[in-house]
């Protein structure tokens, strides 16, 4: 089977969804890879890197001969106008706010893997691309909120005095909160940090983080994510972070609802609360933002406090992000085509819950 590369069209995106390390990987098992024309260079791969790997450099009309079509986002109506029928589509789908992009594969009768929907399980962990990207964006919100803070993160000790170390608050304690948490005690911050889910306490915990409590009303998780809180535990959670909010220098917030907006959890009068200098780092904003004032891909100043509406923090991070990326794919490539011809046994749990098209079915309905 040819696998064919795709150079991702979405403003702003750096990374390629396979780099040429394991376009190499996917050769050995017996796939010819193509790449579109350009599609690495901004994650720092060049055409010739992959022509070095074995990778043939194609153009787009080119590419259409290939079987099997992978990109990191979810594809343009334009793109998949192009894709010849019955071929099989492996990208981000997001299918339950997407459903026009689904019934338009559908009707071309394309299978389609939608890697953000791999089933958050053991067995899956080396195939979530959203624990992989989740991790270096809570890196990178960490330094991001470092450059735009006006103070240093460590104690620091001088002839002239004493520097108390800065105090970071992160709400959300799942894979990107967890990097975030730990990127910021290595940086010498005081941490503290906040879940819907109480067991994320001694993970908190285990990475030098204070976990607020929110006592008497508990969510808890479903399916690898966390629960979307009731009115009740906001309010308690509210009251809970209130302290903490006002005397923190960074906060950060990671909350997301799958397939939903991202809930509130920094309100109007929180945001008064918040001294002047603060920072908010809002990792939600290309979902409606964790904070009623963010602005996706926009600083905000409100009295004194920048809220940062931060988009696609991974493709910061393109190099990185990629190369993980493309193992995750390598592995998911492993377990429907391991050697070189792609077949989905609909019986297998991690095919079930991420091929959302086959045989002109739709087999996951948008909400």
């Known amino acids: 089977m040819k696998i064919a590369i795709l150079k991702e069209r979405k403003i702003g995106e750096n990374r390629v969804s396979i780099s040429p ?40 009309d080119q590419l259409k001969a290939a079987d099997v079509f992978v990109q990191i986002n979810i594809p343009t109506e334009e793109i998949v106008a192009q894709i010849p029928d019955g071929k099989i589509w492996i990208s981000s789908l997001y299918h339950r706010t997407n459903a026009d992009i689904v019934k338009q594969l559908n009707s071309k009768n394309i299978s389609a893997l939608s890697l953000d929907a791999i089933p958050r399980i053991s067995r899956a962990q080396s195939m979530d691309i959203l624990s992989s990207q989740a991790n270096l964006a809570g890196y990178r919100a960490v330094i991001e909120g470092a450059y735009h803070l006006d103070r240093i993160f460590p104690l620091l000790m001088t002839a002239a005095g004493t520097v108390t170390p800065s105090k970071v608050l992160i709400f959300g304690v799942g894979v990107a909160g967890l990097q975030a948490i730990a990127t910021a005690k290595r ?62 220098d960074l906060v950060i917030t990671t909350a997301l609802v799958p397939g939903r907006k991202a809930p509130i959890l920094i309100d109007d009068e929180q945001v008064s609360l918040m001294k002047p200098g603060s920072v908010v780092v809002d990792m939600a904003a290309e979902q409606g933002g964790n904070c009623t004032k963010t602005k996706a891909n926009e600083i905000v100043e409100i ?65």
């Open 21 to 60: 390390t394991v376009a190499t990987n996917l050769q050995k098992m017996g796939y010819e890879v193509w790449v579109e024309s350009g599609a690495g260079v901004n994650a720092h791969f060049s055409d010739d890197a992959y022509t070095q790997a074995g990778v043939a450099v194609k153009s787009i």
């Open 187 to 248: 940086l010498g911050a005081v941490v503290e940090a906040t879940d819907v889910r109480p067991e994320t306490k001694e993970q908190v915990q285990s990475l030098g983080g204070k976990f607020i409590e929110v006592k008497g009303v508990e969510v808890g998780s479903e399916g690898g994510y966390a629960k979307e809180a009731s009115e009740e535990y906001r309010a308690a959670q509210r009251e809970a972070v209130n302290k903490s909010l006002a005397q923190a």
């Open 303 to 367: 009295n004194g406090v920048r809220i940062i509406g931060s988009v696609n923090l991974p493709s910061q991070l393109a190099a990185n992000a990629s190369e993980l990326f493309a193992r995750n794919i390598w592995e998911i490539l492993k377990l429907v085509g391991p050697k070189g011809e792609i077949a989905f046994d609909i019986s297998d749990e991690i095919v079930k819950g991420c091929l959302i098209t086959h045989n002109s079915q739709i087999l996951h309905a948008e909400n």
